[in-house]
């Protein structure tokens, strides 16, 4: 079964949202997805400013608003939802 989940992300300041989501076939594949979408991020930041990345989070919502799990950028589970 299909549910949506929402990929929300912040640099500890500010959030960017995911006003898509995404339809994906649980929490595992929502946590690959998540995994890979930190990667790409963390390959797309360029500028010699942004070395630390400590504070950088993705947070995955499902379809009903709920927190499902928190991913630093150091693809380490963040909070006690992982």
């Known amino acids: ?3 949506r989940y929402f990929f929300h992300f912040s640099d500890g ?3 960017f949202s995911d ?4 339809e994906l ?8 997805h998540a995994i890979n ?4 991020l963390k390959a ?3 500028d ?8 950088w989070t993705m947070v995955v919502l499902d379809q009903a608003g ?3 799990f928190e991913l630093g950028f150091d693809l380490k589970p963040r909070g006690p939802r992982i």
């Open 44 to 46: 797309a930041m360029c």
């Open 66 to 68: 709920q927190v499902v």
């Open 25 to 32: 076939r649980g929490i595992a594949a929502a946590r690959a």
């Open 13 to 15: 300041t500010r959030w």
């Open 48 to 55: 010699p400013g942004i070395q630390d990345l400590s504070n």
């Open 1 to 3: 079964m299909l549910r």
């Open 19 to 22: 006003d898509a989501g995404c």
């Open 37 to 40: 979408n930190v990667r790409d």
